[in-house]
């Protein structure tokens, strides 16, 4: 399965970099080679800091001035954050970019507030775009600023208790960092500190973005609870920009190449015929046109929203059958969306599932559908009992 990365101005470099790459803490190539960056940075970490790209920094890191929670802090911490890139348009700063901001400028007192929201003119892929991102600018060419720069970094990046990666990152739901010439992603946390180029070589600035929960300051070092990941709106088609999202959601959304073909739809943008047709009709919209346009999707998201299920405005078959437009699997059921446990369990390991959730998401539905459909079932992602009993969970 491709791996997503940030894309545009945030766009991944290759392992093989050039040897013009400038290491993160020093090297050839910097300006603060190990021997000068040593000396200008004796109080803070001693000759500890020569190591090209080691961190943490040291023992004395612990004497260092770090963020505090103004909650008790659960012994566990976030799950790694996935990257979700941008998929709709609202400028607007998330509640929880902007008390990061206020917690690393009032704990540091260094640098300054480089913005956190963008305009959706401007070409490329950003979380700017919909504020959950943040510049911190300070400069890797200044000894001072270099120093924070490290100083933060390294608090944020440490591991928690029994060796986990990223501890306060992923309490504060930090998706990526860029900053002076390289790349540290949760979703690429096993390897560290990667090259990066992209339109700016960030050395003037340190860029966060966040994952949804994190934006909507939802997550263990706002709450003191410990937040499940939030995948945050989903596009309605290719090339269609999700609305401007202020819920939660669960479930991870298709990719919007994948929309029109996963057996898991009904219905869905740019289609016509009859299912758009009766679509319409059951949402009484006016004109009933039979194409699956912008307002056909806007009324299947409302309507998604008002009754608990995945506002995606893809009317797939979940939504389909809770607008009785199709009937649902004749009961008994083995295990459906939303379920959890040992079933959602056995079924996931039958079909391979991964990550083992025991929830039954829409990983878990789109995996029950193509199952059903190369076994000529009817297509359903539900797991009812004449599948279960196809796949030997039952007798």
Not at 99 to 115: I, Q
Not at 350 to 375: C, D, E, F, I
Not at 385 to 395: D, E, K, S
Request: charged residues 15%; hydrophobic residues 40%; proline residues 9%.
């Amino acid at each position: 399965m491709a791996r997503h990365t940030p894309r545009g101005r945030h766009a991944r470099r290759s392992h093989h970099a050039g040897p013009t790459v400038r290491p993160l803490f020093g090297g050839r190539g910097s300006r603060y080679s190990p021997g000068r960056l040593a000396r200008a940075l004796a109080l803070l970490a001693g000759a500890g800091l020569a190591a090209a790209t080691a961190m943490p920094l040291g023992a004395q890191a612990a004497a260092w001035p770090v963020p505090a929670a103004h909650v008790r802090l659960p012994a566990a911490a976030e799950d790694l954050q996935p990257y979700l890139a941008q998929d709709s348009c609202d400028p607007t700063a998330k509640p929880g970019v902007t008390a990061f901001r206020s917690l690393m400028l009032a704990t540091y007192r260094r640098g300054r507030d480089g913005g956190i929201v963008q305009s959706c003119s401007v070409p490329g892929v950003s979380e700017h775009k919909e504020g959950r991102a943040w510049d911190w600018m300070l400069s890797s060419r200044q000894s001072g600023d270099w120093a924070v720069a490290v100083r933060a970094l390294d608090w944020l990046l440490r591991p928690g208790p029994h060796g986990e990666p990223a501890w306060n990152a992923r309490r504060l739901g930090i998706m990526y960092i860029i900053w002076n010439h390289h790349i540290w992603g949760s979703y690429y946390a096993d390897e560290g500190w990667r090259p990066y180029v992209g339109v700016s070589p960030h050395t003037d600035h340190i860029h966060f973005s966040f994952g949804w929960a994190g934006a909507w300051k939802r997550t263990s070092w706002w709450t003191g609870r410990v937040a499940p990941i939030d995948y945050g709106p989903c596009q309605l088609g290719p090339g269609m920009a999700a609305a401007p999202y202020h819920g939660v959601n669960r479930v991870p959304c298709l990719p919007g190449d994948q929309i029109r073909s996963s057996p898991l739809v009904y219905a869905g943008p740019w289609q016509t015929g009859a299912r758009v047709l009766a679509i319409q009709r059951a949402l009484r919209m006016r004109p009933v046109t039979g194409v699956y346009g912008p307002s056909t999707a806007h009324a299947v998201a409302m309507w998604q929203l008002h009754h608990h299920l995945a506002h995606s405005g893809v009317t797939d078959w979940a939504t389909a059958m809770a607008m009785t437009l199709v009937p649902r699997p004749a009961p008994p059921v083995y295990a459906g969306p939303g379920w959890r446990g040992p079933r959602v369990l056995a079924l996931q390991r039958a079909l391979n599932v991964r990550p083992l959730t025991g929830y039954y998401g829409a990983a878990t539905a789109h995996a029950v559908a193509m199952w059903q459909l190369h076994h000529h079932l009817p297509t359903t992602g539900v797991e009812d009992m004449a599948t279960a009993r196809a796949m030997r969970l039952v007798r």
